[in-house]
C-alpha cells in the first residue's frame, strides 16, 4: 500500500499542476490512465461498479464521482480529483481539490478548511481510536469555517478492496462507534460545501452535485494506523 500510496500521490501532484482553463476533464482523465500504466499499476475505479473512467473529477458544484468527459475547466473552477491505485494487489485511494488559475477568497477559504479538517481527523487517528473521534475532529474545522458538511457521503477502510468497512463520517461524537486498530488502512475523506449539505445525484447515475449550486471541495488520504499513532500513505508533495 506504500508503493501504491506513491503512485497516487505522484499522479495527484501532476494533474495538480498541469490542470489549467480551456482542459477538457477527459484529457486530465488520460493524463491520469498514461502515467499509472507508466508505473506499472492499475486504475482502482475503472469498472468499479461499473464506473467508466480511472479517475473521478468533479468541477464546482460536482462534489464527487464526476465523469470525467468534454467539459472545459475554467479559470475560477474548484476542481477536485479522486484517485483509487491498485498495486500489486494492494489499493490506495486520494483526492485533492486546486482552484483553476484565478483565486477566488471564498473558494480559498473552502478549499483550505476542508484540508485542514482533513488533517485534524487524521491527527486522531490511533490504536484503540473511535470513528466518532475522527468525525468530530472533521466537523468541528468545518463548522467553524462555516462550511456545509456532506454527510451522505463518507470515509472508510481500505486496502484490499475499494471501500471497506467501517464508515468513517465527517461527523460524529467523541468516543463512539467502531474502535479502530494499528494495522488497520483507513480513508479519511472530508467533503465540503460554501452552501448547502444536500447533495443529489446526476442523471449520469454518478456525479453527486449540490442541492443548491454551491462549490465543494474533497481531500482524502489513505492512512495506517500504527502502534504509535498513523503514517499517511498518500502524502501530497
Ligand atoms: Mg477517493
Ligand atoms: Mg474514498
Not at 475503472?46 to 473512467?53: E, I
Amino acid at each position: 500500500m506504500k508503493r501504491a500510496g506513491r503512485i497516487c500521490s505522484e499522479i495527484l501532484s501532476l494533474l495538480k499542476n498541469t490542470v489549467k482553463a480551456d482542459m477538457s476533464t477527459k484529457a486530465l482523465a488520460d493524463l491520469a490512465a498514461k502515467e499509472i500504466k507508466a508505473r506499472g499499476a492499475k486504475p482502482a475505479f475503472l469498472g468499479y461498479k461499473d464506473f467508466p473512467d480511472v479517475i473521478c473529477i468533479s468541477v464546482n458544484e460536482e462534489v464527487v464521482h464526476g465523469i470525467p468527459g468534454k467539459r472545459l475547466v475554467q479559470a475560477g473552477d474548484i476542481v477536485s480529483f479522486d484517485l483509487g491505485i491498485a498495486y500489486e494487489g494492494m489499493i490506495v485511494d486520494s483526492a485533492l481539490s486546486v482552484i483553476v488559475d484565478l483565486k477566488d477568497k471564498n473558494k480559498l477559504r473552502l478549499l483550505n478548511a476542508t484540508e485542514q479538517s482533513l488533517y485534524k481527523g487524521i491527527d486522531r487517528l490511533r490504536d484503540g481510536c473511535r470513528v466518532g473521534d475522527i468525525g468530530n475532529a472533521v466537523e468541528k474545522v468545518l463548522r467553524k469555517s462555516n462550511l456545509g458538511i456532506i454527510r451522505d457521503l463518507v470515509g472508510h477502510g481500505v486496502g484490499h478492496k475499494v471501500h471497506e468497512d467501517p464508515n468513517i463520517p465527517n461527523y460524529g461524537v467523541s468516543g463512539t462507534g467502531p474502535s479502530l486498530r494499528a494495522g488497520m488502512t483507513v480513508a479519511i475523506e472530508p467533503m465540503a460545501t460554501l452552501g448547502s449539505e444536500q447533495v443529489y445525484i446526476d442523471s449520469d447515475g454518478w456525479t453527486v452535485k449540490t442541492a443548491d449550486g454551491s462549490a465543494s471541495a474533497h481531500f482524502e488520504q489513505t492512512v495506517l494506523i500504527t502502534d504509535n499513532g498513523y503514517e499517511i500513505l498518500t502524502p501530497f508533495n
